[in-house]
């Protein structure tokens, strides 16, 4: 059983930063990939960002430029550095992990809250 609990979630105002960690219950390594979704009150869940094993990037349209994703494999954890928020950020961040065989692993989600 693999365990991811995000942390880092709270209230800020526009503009601000809040950088989310996910720290996995084993090696980060053993992910094909990891990644951050958000989900908003009334929206469908959504990425944010991801990252695979080979250091490979994707973000969504409307966070490029203002959030990185980056991963430390000696303390397996994976983090999403948040810039220049905006209210529209708000909504519970969940961490995701896939495996080599197509399996995805969610944490329990951390509420960031972006005011205006």
């Known amino acids: 059983q693999v365990l991811l609990v995000e942390s880092g979630g709270g209230l800020v105002q526009s503009g601000g930063s809040l950088r989310l960690s996910c720290i996995a219950s084993t090696s980060i390594r053993s992910f094909y990939a990891m990644g951050w979704y958000r989900q908003a009150p009334g929206k469908e869940r959504e990425l944010v960002a991801s990252?695979?094993?080979?250091?490979?990037?994707v973000y969504a349209d409307s966070v490029k430029g203002r959030f990185t994703i980056s991963g430390d494999n000696a303390k397996n954890t994976v983090y999403l550095q948040m810039n220049s928020l905006k209210p529209e950020d708000t909504a519970v961040y969940y961490c995701n992990a896939v495996t080599y065989g197509s399996k995805p692993y969610w944490g329990q989600g951390t509420q960031v809250t972006v005011s205006s």
């Open positions: 990252i695979t094993s080979g250091g490979n990037t």
